[in-house]
């Protein structure tokens, strides 16, 4: 914001009213044109929406490779389970998405595709645990 006088301020180093009022106009159009960027789009490498309690419910993430959305609960025994829809690039031209269910931060099921095989699920059930 530039100031009367050469940019000098007052012999006391305090603002004018009228320079004050001019840079309140100022914040105020640099706030309005962040509302307005930031209604059309918002973008992050991750985002995390807490419970009230501060346990991170739902957490997404974008990676070089990959990104995932998870969303957790918690058990009476304080396990976190949790829904994990993923998609990540395996190599150039080659794509790897699914859905995981996990307990305890193992995977314990799996929904998945790539793009040079059928889909395929499978459990900790099937892989005899």
């Known amino acids: ?4 006088n050469g940019g000098a301020r007052r012999p006391d180093g305090k603002r004018s009213i009228r ?3 001019e840079e309140i106009v ?3 159009r640099a706030i309005d044109n962040l509302e307005r960027r930031l209604a059309r789009e918002v973008r992050t490498r991750r985002v995390t ?4 309690d501060g346990f991170p419910r739902i957490v997404a993430t974008a990676g070089e ?8 609960t918690r058990s009476r025994d304080e ?9 990540n690039d395996l190599e150039p031209g080659a794509g790897h998405v699914g859905l995981a269910l996990t307990r305890g931060g193992d995977v314990v099921a799996v929904f998945e595709a790539t793009d040079d095989a059928d ?7 099937e892989r005899g645990r």
């Open 65 to 72: 490779r990959g990104g995932q959305v998870r969303v957790r």
């Open 79 to 87: 396990v976190i389970t949790g829904a994990e829809l993923f998609a």
């Open 119 to 125: 889909p395929r699920v499978w459990s900790d059930n």
């Open 49 to 52: 929406v807490e419970a009230p």
């Open 26 to 28: 100022g914040l105020r």
């Open 1 to 4: 914001m530039a100031r009367r």
């Open 19 to 21: 320079e004050l009022g």
